[in-house]
């Protein structure tokens, strides 16, 4: 009473004199938080302390009532702004230093005044209803995932980077649901139908890295070499609970060790803790103490494959060394996200390397990043490694496979260039000093440029601050059959004469030996002096180990014979720079590639390369051939994919391969075989189908036949899992064989509601914009492309880019072409970043325009 007295009483002087009006504001107020708001409050705002506590009701919709007290210290004062992106009637009371004051709130933020606060300690209570767009709720439980800038749609906060804090949390709710957040828990308190958490105070965190998730889920604590570890899932498969949970253990324990080791910095958080939670938005998210996965990674059974195993170990390993690269040290601005991303990726690889060999890991840092990193930086829409940011509204649009596979190529061409061993000391000077703060590119650039002795700025400038890649050429000359001369010359893609050093090997083939020499391509030009008096080889493989980055010439003569390639490594490098070749129009034709590929399913036993080349040929199939050359060679690739299956006696090879099988299948035979599979529950010989599988396999079938059936309602009566019996039923309108009910589903993902759940909706679209759907489902582009901006805005940072590849990647017809063509010229003044993420998505669909045939 005493406070709404105080109110009452302030309330008329502030309308009579107009203070707040007459403030002179030196930041502007507007929507997001601007760089120059942020550079200012971390300027005057330390010593953050939140306390908040929310009030979590059973019901998903009803609301969730909730309070928070912030304090901090000012070395100025102005007008304060608090970061909050709900409507005002989510503010119920707010008092500044202990005196009630009239809520004034404009363009996403709280408007406290220059006479209410003071210089040092100050104190702010706030009520409010909590915001539900970033707590993705769900029946009976919820996560809350606040990066890069979704804590303010939570809780009013200052939500920026470097305005780190410790957050003392509270939870009420419901008996029976179990809780984690980022401190450990201290104690409970039982009422009637609710429990009360309380948890210890946390360690020092920005706003994107606090979260706790609550709901119904199964409890495990562990103790792995003396440090307690807890796990919260939903999963109910006892065979996946049994293969998985004691090795998601043992993978965050090595993981731990090695970094422990590698960093010589002690794991530094209070306590290990990570949640899976069904069809989570990303792979995982390194919230210290909550780390959330995608449980559909964790759980795996035993018809997994071995690349599936090696994943799950890589996302431990990536989550896990984001403690030190992320959550220890942390980025000043989200221009500078990449950084986090890529030591997680890179230290992630070295954990791979430790426990799987030099050979695996090889394989699979060339797989994991080089495709993806080219997909990227081939486009009309390629973009750098650090890219300006001017607004962190803007911030999800910076995420992309170029921070996360680009980026991990460069450093690992940096730890070269430096020598691994200078390359550590200069990391690990790095973690030190900025410890449990904040940090540039800048910084760490200066700490390692006094580690070596190379131009690391102007190395810097091409590789991290410049898109794009280079374009390899090379000349030969001979002197007999000797060579006399061999150099390699490289050119931007888009031309001009820029030089990325790099460092990687070319082999020369002979008919009894090889030779491999190194290149190291400092210039323009490089001469290989090591090549002079060598022999004529019979041909050269350029980027041998895979090292390298670029557009690599092809010699035809190693496509001959590229099959007799006895490395795995040097096959892949092939059969990458192949593909690249193909989509630049150079040395194949789709057709021409798609037959040379489709002979390696039987002979490549490799799993990852058998992975890498199927996904090759279902790519070049339905995306770069006309459909009458699809008709063509359809009958022909199912029986060599089906006899390479049958033949194949790698339990993981013949689970590729039918995957690849149920993905370009289109004969009525084919179709009959599938749904015998299906119906019968009775895998091919040697193969393990689970429960995900037949789902996947009766998605398949609704997708291809245009008869009545029921596969779909028997699946869903056949899944036992309530989260993923949710996920059918979901999914279940954009593959009805009624146009109408696929029309409407469309149109329901026009209101945010239907779009919660963000991997449903990009795995719909994909279905729905299936080559075999498209004459129906071509007219939802325009509509597609008009909701980007907003699917920005109210989406999670991956979701543009998932959006746009899902309604997009399946098209290679002229009309389409000419909508994004239509859409991009009708839209002038559109967001650049959202502009590069069409012409990144879109690409292949350019492409085909000029080599489909």
Same mark, same amino acid.
Request: glycine share 4%; hydrophobic share 40%.
């Given at each position: 009473?005493?406070?709404?007295?105080?109110?009452?009483?302030?309330?008329?002087?502030?309308?009579?004199?107009?203070?707040?009006?007459?403030?002179?504001?030196?930041?502007?107020?507007?929507?997001?938080?601007?760089?120059?708001?942020?550079?200012?409050?971390?300027?005057?705002?330390?010593?953050?302390?939140?306390?908040?506590?929310?009030?979590?009701?059973?019901?998903?919709?009803?609301?969730?009532?909730?309070?928070?007290?912030?304090?901090?210290?000012?070395?100025?004062?102005?007008?304060?702004?608090?970061?909050?992106?709900?409507?005002?009637?989510?503010?119920?009371?707010?008092?500044?230093?202990?005196?009630?004051?009239?809520?004034?709130?404009?363009?996403?933020?709280?408007?406290?005044?220059?006479?209410?606060?003071?210089?040092?300690?100050?104190?702010?209570?706030?009520?409010?209803?909590?915001?539900?767009?970033?707590?993705?709720?769900?029946?009976?439980?919820?996560?809350?995932?606040?990066?890069?800038?979704?804590?303010?749609?939570?809780?009013?906060?200052?939500?920026?980077?470097?305005?780190?804090?410790?957050?003392?949390?509270?939870?009420?709710?419901?008996?029976?649901?179990?809780?984690?957040?980022?401190?450990?828990?201290?104690?409970?308190?039982?009422?009637?139908?609710?429990?009360?958490?309380?948890?210890?105070?946390?360690?020092?965190?920005?706003?994107?890295?606090?979260?706790?998730?609550?709901?119904?889920?199964?409890?495990?604590?562990?103790?792995?070499?003396?440090?307690?570890?807890?796990?919260?899932?939903?999963?109910?498969?006892?065979?996946?609970?049994?293969?998985?949970?004691?090795?998601?253990?043992?993978?965050?324990?090595?993981?731990?060790?090695?970094?422990?080791?590698?960093?010589?910095?002690?794991?530094?958080?209070?306590?290990?803790?990570?949640?899976?939670?069904?069809?989570?938005?990303?792979?995982?998210?390194?919230?210290?103490?909550?780390?959330?996965?995608?449980?559909?990674?964790?759980?795996?059974?035993?018809?997994?494959?071995?690349?599936?195993?090696?994943?799950?170990?890589?996302?431990?390993?990536?989550?896990?060394?984001?403690?030190?690269?992320?959550?220890?040290?942390?980025?000043?601005?989200?221009?500078?996200?990449?950084?986090?991303?890529?030591?997680?990726?890179?230290?992630?690889?070295?954990?791979? %390397?430790? $426990? =799987? @060999? &030099?050979?695996? /890991?090889?394989?699979?840092?060339?797989?994991?990043?080089?495709?993806? !990193? #080219?997909?990227?930086?081939?486009?009309?829409?390629?973009?750098?490694?650090?890219?300006?940011?001017?607004?962190?509204?803007?911030?999800?649009?910076?995420?992309?496979?170029?921070?996360?596979?680009?980026?991990?190529?460069?450093?690992?061409?940096? %730890?070269? $260039? =430096? @020598? &691994?061993?200078? /390359?550590?000391?200069?990391?690990?000077?790095?973690?030190?000093?900025? !410890? #449990?703060?904040?940090?540039?590119?800048?910084?760490?650039?200066?700490?390692?440029?006094?580690?070596?002795?190379?131009?690391?700025?102007?190395?810097?400038?091409?590789?991290?601050?410049?898109?794009?890649?280079?374009?390899?050429?090379?000349?030969?000359?001979?002197?007999?059959? &000797?060579?006399?001369?061999?150099?390699?010359?490289?050119?931007?893609?888009?031309?001009?004469?820029?030089?990325?050093?790099?460092?990687?090997?070319?082999?020369?083939?002979?008919?009894?030996?090889?030779?491999?020499?190194?290149?190291?391509?400092?210039?323009?030009?490089?001469?290989?002096?090591?090549?002079?008096?060598?022999?004529?080889?019979?041909?050269?493989?350029?980027?041998?180990?895979?090292?390298?980055?670029?557009?690599?010439?092809?010699?035809?003569?190693?496509?001959?014979?590229?099959?007799?390639?006895?490395?795995?490594?040097?096959?892949?490098?092939?059969?990458?720079?192949?593909?690249?070749?193909?989509?630049?129009?150079?040395?194949?034709?789709?057709?021409?590639?798609?037959?040379?590929?489709?002979?390696?399913?039987?002979?490549?036993?490799?799993?990852?390369?058998?992975?890498?080349?199927?996904?090759?040929?279902?790519?070049?199939?339905?995306?770069?051939?006309?459909?009458?050359?699809?008709?063509?060679?359809?009958?022909?690739?199912?029986?060599?994919?089906?006899?390479?299956?049958?033949?194949?006696?790698?339990?993981?090879?013949?689970?590729?391969?039918?995957?690849?099988?149920?993905?370009?299948?289109?004969?009525?035979?084919?179709?009959?075989?599938?749904?015998?599979?299906?119906?019968?529950?009775?895998?091919?010989?040697?193969?393990?189908?689970?429960?995900?599988?037949?789902?996947?396999?009766?998605?398949?079938?609704?997708?291809?036949?245009?008869?009545?059936?029921?596969?779909?309602?028997?699946?869903?009566?056949?899944?036992?899992?309530?989260?993923?019996?949710?996920?059918?039923?979901?999914?279940?309108?954009?593959?009805?064989?009624?146009?109408?009910?696929?029309?409407?589903?469309?149109?329901?993902?026009?209101?945010?509601?239907?779009?919660?759940?963000?991997?449903?909706?990009?795995?719909?679209?994909?279905?729905?914009?299936?080559?075999?759907?498209?004459?129906?489902?071509?007219?939802?582009?325009?509509?597609?492309?008009?909701?980007?901006?907003?699917?920005?805005?109210?989406?999670?940072?991956?979701?543009?880019?998932?959006?746009?590849?899902?309604?997009?990647?399946?098209?290679?017809?002229?009309?389409?072409?000419?909508?994004?063509?239509?859409?991009?010229?009708?839209?002038?003044?559109?967001?650049?970043?959202?502009?590069?993420?069409?012409?990144?998505?879109?690409?292949?669909?350019?492409?085909?325009?000029?080599?489909?045939?």
């Amino acid at each position: 009473m005493k406070n709404i007295t105080k109110y009452l009483l302030l309330l008329p002087l502030l309308i009579s004199t107009g203070f707040a009006q007459q403030v002179k504001q030196s930041i502007a107020v507007e929507p997001g938080v601007s760089f120059a708001l942020a550079t200012s409050r971390s300027a005057s705002i330390s010593n953050i302390q939140y306390q908040l506590h929310f009030n979590i009701p059973a019901e998903q919709t009803a609301l969730i009532h909730s309070t928070e007290s912030i304090d901090f210290k000012l070395n100025k004062i102005d007008q304060l702004q608090i970061d909050f992106k709900q409507n005002t009637d989510h503010l119920k009371t707010i008092s500044v230093n202990g005196e009630a004051t009239a809520i004034s709130f404009k363009d996403e933020h709280i408007l406290i005044e220059p006479q209410y606060l003071k210089l040092g300690n100050n104190h702010i209570e706030i009520a409010f209803i909590a915001g539900n767009e970033s707590l993705n709720r769900n029946k009976d439980f919820l996560y809350a995932l606040f990066v890069p800038d979704h804590a303010r749609t939570v809780f009013p906060c200052f939500d920026q980077p470097d305005l780190k804090a410790n957050f003392l949390l509270s939870l009420t709710v419901p008996i029976d649901w179990k809780v984690m957040a980022n401190a450990v828990k201290k104690d409970s308190l039982l009422q009637a139908n609710t429990i009360t958490y309380h948890f210890k105070n946390s360690d020092k965190l920005p706003t994107y890295l606090f979260s706790f998730t609550a709901g119904r889920y199964t409890f495990i604590n562990k103790k792995m070499k003396d440090r307690n570890m807890e796990f919260l899932h939903r999963e109910t498969d006892s065979a996946k609970i049994k293969l998985s949970v004691d090795s998601v253990f043992v993978a965050h324990r090595d993981a731990i060790d090695f970094l422990e080791d590698w960093t010589a910095i002690k794991f530094p958080f209070q306590k290990v803790g990570f949640v899976g939670v069904p069809d989570f938005q990303f792979g995982g998210m390194e919230h210290p103490g909550e780390v959330q996965y995608k449980a559909s990674a964790l759980f795996l059974d035993q018809g997994a494959t071995k690349d599936q195993f090696i994943s799950r170990s890589n996302l431990i390993s990536h989550e896990t060394a984001h403690m030190w690269f992320g959550d220890l040290v942390t980025m000043k601005w989200f221009n500078d996200v990449w950084m986090k991303e890529v030591f997680a990726n890179f230290m992630a690889d070295k954990v791979t %390397e430790k $426990l =799987m @060999g &030099k050979s695996t /890991f090889d394989l699979k840092f060339l797989q994991d990043h080089y495709p993806a !990193a #080219y997909g990227v930086d081939r486009t009309l829409g390629a973009n750098p490694i650090r890219q300006q940011l001017d607004n962190l509204q803007e911030a999800g649009s910076m995420y992309g496979n170029i921070i996360y596979h680009k980026a991990p190529i460069m450093m690992r061409q940096l %730890e070269l $260039l =430096m @020598g &691994k061993a200078d /390359f550590q000391k200069g990391i690990r000077e790095y973690l030190k000093k900025y !410890a #449990y703060s904040n940090a540039t590119w800048n910084d760490l650039i200066t700490i390692l440029s006094k580690y070596t002795k190379s131009d690391l700025y102007s190395w810097n400038k091409v590789w991290v601050n410049e898109p794009g890649r280079p374009i390899f050429s090379y000349d030969i000359k001979y002197d007999g059959d &000797k060579i006399s001369d061999l150099s390699l010359n490289q050119t931007g893609e888009t031309g001009g004469q820029r030089v990325w050093p790099q460092s990687f090997t070319i082999k020369l083939v002979y008919p009894i030996y090889n030779k491999v020499l190194t290149v190291n391509a400092k210039t323009a030009k490089t001469i290989i002096t090591e090549a002079k008096g060598l022999a004529k080889p019979q041909y050269i493989l350029f980027n041998a180990n895979g090292a390298g980055y670029g557009l690599f010439p092809i010699d035809q003569l190693m496509v001959a014979d590229v099959y007799n390639i006895t490395d795995p490594l040097e096959r892949a490098s092939a059969y990458i720079n192949c593909y690249e070749n193909m989509l630049s129009g150079k040395s194949f034709k789709p057709y021409e590639l798609l037959v040379v590929l489709l002979k390696g399913i039987t002979v490549d036993k490799n799993e990852m390369n058998l992975r890498l080349l199927t996904g090759y040929i279902t790519n070049i199939y339905w995306t770069f051939l006309k459909a009458e050359k699809r008709e063509s060679i359809n009958v022909l690739m199912e029986k060599t994919i089906w006899k390479a299956l049958d033949e194949e006696k790698q339990a993981n090879n013949k689970k590729i391969l039918f995957n690849a099988y149920q993905n370009i299948y289109q004969s009525a035979d084919a179709a009959k075989r599938m749904y015998g599979i299906w119906f019968k529950q009775s895998a091919p010989e040697g193969i393990k189908l689970s429960e995900d599988d037949y789902s996947s396999l009766a998605l398949t079938l609704a997708l291809k036949t245009d008869t009545t059936n029921t596969i779909l309602k028997e699946q869903l009566s056949r899944t036992k899992n309530e989260d993923r019996k949710n996920r059918l039923i979901y999914l279940m309108p954009a593959l009805s064989l009624d146009v109408k009910e696929r029309d409407n589903f469309f149109n329901s993902l026009k209101d945010r509601k239907n779009r919660q759940k963000e991997a449903w909706v990009a795995t719909a679209l994909a279905y729905l914009h299936h080559p075999v759907r498209q004459a129906t489902s071509a007219k939802y582009l325009g509509e597609s492309l008009d909701l980007l901006t907003e699917i920005q805005k109210t989406g999670d940072i991956f979701f543009p880019q998932s959006w746009l590849a899902a309604v997009f990647s399946g098209y290679n017809s002229e009309k389409a072409y000419a909508v994004v063509q239509e859409f991009l010229k009708s839209h002038p003044g559109y967001s650049p970043k959202l502009k590069d993420k069409i012409l990144q998505t879109t690409d292949n669909l350019r492409r085909a325009q000029q080599i489909m045939h």
